[in-house]
């Protein structure tokens, strides 16, 4: 590891300086903190409830985080193609790719809405048949309501991953404010001034991405961007274009696809140990989010800097953002998890927990903590490759990694050893030193720079 992320010399004509980096950067970390912040703001409200609300949306919640990796992917293709184009300078280029990408994700987030709209209940039987019938009843809600906000979510998530790639991520952290607190002020006002429930965290959500998906199209319009959007109503697919934007977002669509069902057959594990066990899983998702706050954002910034550079055939200026990015993210992530580490009693006690929950969650929280190491290589590093065009690697390391050694060993762990919560979490930690073996391999091999997307 060393000799991968120690300080290196760096390359004449940097395309990024130091302030250009804090620029770029400051704001993804802040839009992160205020994601994870809201989603703990939420689950926090919706406890007065009873854990049965908690566990409900938890369960829904796994569901639409697959959703939101799909279109996730899907939009990383478009900004890695974006950049690249920058990089070489050509914005008409950039532009054009920006509008394929809206209409690529409009297209894929409704063909996902209507079917869950129509059957969410089966949906939910199917994957989560042995949860209780409160909680049951609680996610039939949660997930329907979700549904109808999919599009938004999609369309926003490209237009945030387009602002990012023009190094612009202050206009992502202004939009993600403004769904944020229509979010978080609409769940108050439903839930403890209406006493909506589930209904009205929902409702709330719905609201938020629909104003932060029509928030972002409108700044996208502007001119004075170097990536903007021209005659959109006027639909002309380009198939070139689509391509290229597919080759990086299909690997990691499936990817993140593949990844999401693994976590989904996990957590319908959990849902067998009981509703403790269900409910101590939201917590410790919840707090333990905030240790990967600092690997995400450079994961994030990897796709603009990492593309740039690539798509100007500077390799020497790739890999040395590459080893400064990722030594950031190192000290970040310990730092993060250092303060959960000490910090975790009093923020389980939050969630108001039944003391079999307290002592489940608070075990499983600190196991995290100590293992926070290994995730920095096994997520934050592959955005790099996935930069530089080299998605399918990433695909195929990371759906066999996901059910041979999290999915697999979940059960081996969980249920035949009978270590329940707690052997899922030790899963997921061989997991990720899996992945940051395979993908530090792949870093320093060089193969990654034979990549091409554009």
């Not at 369960?59 to 184009?85: C, E, M, P, R």
């Not at 612009?168 to 769904?179: E, Q, Y």
């Not at 195929?396 to 050694?405: A, I, N, Y």
Request: proline share 3%; with cysteine.
């Amino acid at each position: 590891m060393k000799a991968l992320f120690s300080p290196a010399a760096a390359p004449d004509g940097l395309r990024f300086s130091n302030h250009d980096l804090v620029v770029l950067i400051g704001p993804l970390v802040l839009e992160q903190l205020l994601v994870v912040t809201v989603g703990m703001a939420d689950t926090m409200m919706v406890s007065v409830n009873g854990e049965w609300a908690v566990s409900g949306i938890s369960l829904v919640d796994q569901i639409n985080t697959l959703i939101i990796q799909v279109f996730a992917a899907l939009a990383t293709g478009g900004a890695v193609v974006a950049s690249q184009y920058l990089g070489r300078r050509d914005a008409d280029s950039a532009s054009a790719s920006a509008r394929q990408l809206i209409y690529a994700m409009t297209a894929l987030s409704v063909c996902i809405a209507v079917p869950i709209l129509i059957w969410n209940g089966h949906i939910l039987t199917f994957v989560f048949g042995k949860a209780e019938p409160a909680v049951m009843q609680a996610a039939e809600t949660y997930l329907w309501l979700s549904a109808l906000s999919y599009p938004f979510i999609g369309v926003y998530n490209a237009g945030a991953a387009l602002f990012r790639s023009m190094g612009n991520s202050r206009v992502s952290l202004f939009a993600s404010l403004i769904m944020n607190v229509i979010n978080i002020g609409g769940t108050a006002i439903l839930i403890l001034g209406f006493h909506m429930g589930v209904a009205g965290a929902a409702i709330a959500s719905l609201a938020s991405r629909a104003a932060a998906a029509a928030l972002i199209v409108w700044l996208l319009v502007s001119q004075h961007n170097p990536i903007h959007l021209r005659g959109i109503l006027r639909v002309r697919l380009d198939g070139g274009l689509l391509r290229s934007i597919l080759t990086v977002g299909i690997p990691s669509g499936i990817e993140n696809g593949m990844f999401q069902v693994g976590k989904l057959l996990v957590a319908s594990l959990i849902t067998s140990f009981g509703t403790a066990a269900i409910t101590a899983n939201a917590i410790c998702n919840n707090i333990a989010a905030f240790s990967n706050i600092p690997g995400s954002a450079m994961g994030l910034a990897m796709i603009t800097v990492i593309g740039q550079c690539v798509g100007a055939k500077d390799f020497d200026q790739a890999r040395y953002y590459v080893r400064k990015l990722m030594l950031v993210s190192f000290l970040g992530v310990v730092t993060m998890s250092a303060v959960i580490f000490f910090a975790s009693p009093p923020l389980i006690e939050v969630y108001q927990p039944s003391e079999t929950t307290y002592e489940l969650a608070l075990t499983v929280l600190r196991f995290y903590c100590v293992c926070c190491l290994w995730w920095v290589p096994s997520f934050t590093m592959p955005n790099a490759l996935r930069a530089a065009g080299d998605a399918k690697f990433t695909m195929g390391v990371s759906m066999v990694s996901m059910w041979l050694f999290r999915v697999a060993f979940s059960y081996v762990l969980g249920s035949w050893f009978d270590m329940g919560l707690f052997g899922v979490w030790a899963a997921m930690v061989i997991d990720w030193a899996v992945r940051a073996v395979c993908f530090t391999i792949r870093y320093r091999s060089g193969k990654w720079q034979n990549a091409r997307v554009i």
